[in-house]
């Protein structure tokens, strides 16, 4: 018996063959997909992670290098911002970035995590040692007056010294070991490129396979559907030459139709999934794409995987650009200091050098600092101080009462001012080519601790960017530092220049005093406004150099804290001991120089003289000088000596 193969066995048979060919063609799909989707996982879960938190660990251990430095160079006083900053590393932000890099560092190679625990131990172990050892030597305002701890400290964070050369070791491996992550990084992401071409050639291949079958069942089944067959016919032949036509097949309301339809619904799909992916593979991740439907596992996953290097590319270049802001900011912190190490005694040349370089490093036009003249006896005003214009400075003697415009706006609110627009007779920049008013104004407070020492101006014709502003408010810290110090070295000279004169002006009243006793009334009244001034002036004396009372006899009846601290003797063990035995037993009662001192003081004579002093912290050199004073019948019965430390510039005539 005849067996008759029918139409709808060949069609069985056929797309029993086309349908094998789709299940194989969807695995492979699927295969080259998750192989895609998993390196992708690798790149996203662990290649970028890991290269960012190193970045993050190499800028923490260069900050702390600055950081470090500034301990030494810069920052005397305790708990300043950048101290307690290298304090928050060494405590909080290192175990916290350290504890990220372990958990990550599970998915390395055992030599990288060999590598990275080596890092981590030279840290913990040897350069935060150090670092410690450095805090610990100067850990007080006095300490870094001590020439031992500064000669045996400054050695190891210049260039080249042990904890400058290690931090940079340091830095070197954390790149070659972020050099290696971020290749593998690149190797996993050319894997999956080399993939996804793998997978356009089996496109190509399975249409290929497609286009046979196709053809061997058209063979069998030209009796019945002759017309149709040959139309699709004509139409796979063209895609078999790599052309997906433009032109549609005719769709019919039978079978036959339906796999035209579908054949054009999956040449218009090929030509728009070759299209996204081409712009994919130039970077192009813009490009528009839709799906089939939800369920469309090619058009989902290129989207998916579309967004997935998108959002690697935006993160890289934000890092990137956060790594160059810091960057920037760190080098501006550090020429600053290097300014305000310069002519920090004299405050007209440091103002103008700190606004020359804000100008020039923020791309300016225009600049002025205000100090703030806190005189009470005076209404408090700002003071300009410099005034700095396309590089050249403009001399101009301006005050502002502190609490008008937006000067003392700014110091109210102790917060910076930007302004985008200003008022047209604001401010205005003039050149060779004439006068233009700037559209963007920022205004900073020179603020320590709350406190306010002054006022930065900044005009521009370009925008000031946030970065710039952050920059300026940390960099305001410092300048309103080292103002604070300059102002207290100026007060202090100042209070010793009137505390002679008021002296001089007291001798001379009691001259006039024995001189017209007729007017005994009205001296008296002079001399008690005069004594009321004297009592100031001496308590202004005691809270800037040592003081110690004396009797005839050279006994001591009264010291101030800073004697006793110079000399490290407490104050109830120094009253009612004799001077002589205070100071250095090179010296003796029975020497002429010594009694020589005496006999003037008891004639009235002020003298000055240098005594050395045996303390537990070493020898100390006081420059002492004694005034005689006399009581209301008119005889002497106090000497007053006032002392100053000079025990450094000893050491160095001595060297």
């Known amino acids: 018996m005849k067996i008759r193969f029918t139409i709808v066995k060949k069609l069985t048979v056929g797309f029993g063959i086309l349908t094998f060919a789709v299940l194989l063609n969807s695995l492979l799909i699927y295969a080259t997909l998750n192989n895609n989707k998993r390196l992708n996982e690798e790149i996203i879960n662990i290649y970028t992670p890991s290269v960012s938190y190193l970045n993050d660990l190499s800028f923490l251990i260069n900050n702390s290098k600055m950081l470090i430095k500034n301990w030494v160079f810069v920052e005397r006083k305790n708990n300043t911002p950048d101290k307690l900053n290298l304090i928050d590393i060494h405590n909080e932000k290192f175990p916290e970035l350290t504890k990220k890099l372990s958990k990550i560092s599970k998915t390395w190679t055992k030599e990288e995590q060999a590598i990275f625990q080596n890092i981590s131990t030279t840290i913990k172990d040897t350069l935060f040692v150090k670092h410690q050892e450095i805090m610990q030597s100067l850990n007080s305002f006095d300490s870094y007056d001590d020439p031992m701890i500064i000669f045996e400290i400054n050695p190891k964070v210049e260039e080249g010294g042990e904890v400058i050369t290690l931090t940079d070791n340091i830095l070197k491996k954390l790149g070659s070991l972020s050099e290696k992550l971020n290749k593998k990084a690149n190797d996993s992401n050319f894997s999956m490129i080399k993939s996804f071409v793998g997978f356009q050639r089996f496109v190509i291949y399975s249409s290929f396979f497609l286009i046979i079958a196709t053809l061997v069942i058209a063979y069998f089944t030209t009796s019945s559907i002759t017309n149709p067959i040959n139309e699709l016919k004509k139409f796979l032949l063209t895609m078999t030459k790599g052309i997906l036509p433009k032109v549609k097949l005719k769709v019919k309301n039978d079978e036959i139709g339906d796999m035209s339809s579908a054949l054009n619904t999956f040449v218009g799909t090929l030509i728009e999934t070759s299209e996204f992916a081409l712009e994919i593979g130039k970077g192009n991740y813009k490009t528009n794409f839709k799906p089939i439907s939800e369920e469309d596992i090619l058009g989902n996953s290129l ?324 005034t005689p004073f006399k009581n209301a019948d008119g005889n002497y019965d106090k000497i007053v000596d006032l002392v100053i430390d000079i025990t450094e510039k000893v050491l160095l005539e001595k060297k």
């Open 303 to 626: 989207i998916n995987m579309r967004n997935n290097l998108e959002k690697a590319e935006v993160e890289e270049k934000n890092r990137k650009q956060e790594d160059e802001l810091r960057n920037w900011a760190a080098q501006g912190i550090a020429k600053l200091g290097d300014i305000l190490r310069q002519n920090n005694d004299n405050l007209e040349k440091l103002s103008f050098n700190i606004m020359s370089f804000i100008i020039d490093y923020l791309n300016a036009n225009q600049g002025s600092l205000f100090i703030l003249n806190n005189n009470y006896e005076e209404e408090k005003y700002f003071e300009l101080k410099s005034a700095i214009a396309y590089g050249r400075s403009k001399l101009i003697n301006k005050k502002i009462p502190y609490k008008e415009g937006l000067i003392g706006r700014c110091a109210y609110e102790k917060l910076p001012i930007y302004l985008k627009e200003i008022p047209e007779d604001y401010i205005q920049i003039t050149s060779g080519l004439g006068t233009s008013n700037p559209k963007n104004l920022l205004l900073v407070p020179l603020k320590l601790n709350e406190d306010i020492f002054g006022i930065i101006e900044i005009a521009s014709f370009n925008e000031i960017k946030k970065y710039q502003i952050n920059f300026l408010e940390k960099a305001g810290e410092n300048i309103a530092s080292t103002i604070s110090s300059v102002k207290i070295n100026e007060q202090t000279a100042q209070l010793l220049s009137d505390a002679q004169q008021k002296g001089e002006e007291l001798a001379a009243q009691e001259e006039e005093m024995r001189q017209n006793m007729e007017e005994l009334q009205a001296t008296q009244e002079e001399a008690s406004r005069r004594e009321i001034e004297m009592r100031d002036v001496i308590e202004a004396i005691n809270n800037t150099v040592g003081n110690i009372d004396l009797d005839m006899n050279g006994v001591a009846i009264n010291v101030n804290d800073r004697y006793s601290n110079m000399i490290n003797v407490s104050s109830e063990n120094i009253i009612n001991s004799k001077h002589i035995d205070l100071v250095s037993q090179d010296y003796n009662e029975e020497d002429d120089d010594y009694q020589s001192l005496w006999i003037n003081l008891h004639k009235g004579i002020p003298s000055e003289r240098v005594f050395k002093y045996n303390t537990p912290n070493g020898d100390v050199w006081l420059n002492e000088t004694f």
